[in-house]
């Protein structure tokens, strides 16, 4: 850290931003754990789904205004202080989860869909595996092995929804309506999609960890 303080004026500034930006993911996938928490006989239903789709798109927003601060310290640092494109493609991944968290809701409101056993299970998981890359963001400067620790339970978390993903489609897939198997694989997919990119974190993390750490 003491080469890094000479080199680089602000060397806190990206691991600052990267730190808000798990954060606000976390925020983000909270509010969908919340939302599968809203079923079809819950009076005012559609009250509480729309005001959760606009909490998580002014949280979605947020997290897109963290991401433009810390590209535009990247466009105007000459040394970073782990490598510049590890903090680029952290970040976007790190965005990509808090983006399918906002289009599950979006679509589950679109589609007229309500949380089943499945979704519930796994949202809970991708809970879980948020939290941990977020620990692991917030001690990837000052503890490693705890970071570390948080990489291989989010590896871990990220399995088990891909075991839940697949048991959810062998149920799908016995039901008898098409226009309901079509737009729950759509959420489903959402689901996956976020899973692999807690996988992509995890990984990119342990990267940096080994390289610059």
């Not at 001690?139 to 339970?153: E, G, I, P, R, Y």
């Not at 016995?174 to 992509?200: L, T």
Request: a negative charge.
């Amino acid at each position: 850290m003491k080469v890094w303080d000479s080199m680089f004026k602000r060397p806190d500034v990206f691991q600052n931003l990267l730190k808000e930006q798990a954060k606000k993911t976390v925020e983000g996938v909270n509010t969908l754990n919340e939302f599968m928490g809203i079923s079809e006989d819950v009076v005012n239903k559609d009250v509480l789904r729309h005001n959760l789709k606009m909490q998580i798109k002014r949280i979605e927003s947020e997290g897109d205004n963290i991401r433009r601060d810390l590209l535009n310290e990247l466009n105007k640092s000459l040394i970073t202080p782990i490598d510049r494109q590890d903090i680029y493609t952290l970040s976007n991944t790190i965005d990509n989860i808090l983006d399918y968290a906002y289009n599950t809701i979006e679509e589950m409101i679109i589609y007229q869909l309500y949380p089943n056993f499945y979704l519930k299970k796994m949202i809970e998981k991708i809970s879980r595996g948020v939290n941990h890359i977020s620990y692991a963001v917030d001690n990837m400067f000052t503890d490693k092995n705890l970071a570390n620790s948080n990489v291989v339970s989010a590896k871990v978390v990220e399995n088990e929804i891909e075991e839940t993903y697949h048991e959810a489609l062998a149920e799908l897939f016995s039901n008898d309506n098409f226009h309901y198997i079509f737009k729950m694989r759509e959420v489903y997919r959402h689901i996956s999609n976020s899973a692999d990119r807690i996988s992509e974190a995890a990984d990119l993390i342990a990267n940096i960890l080994i390289k610059e750490v």
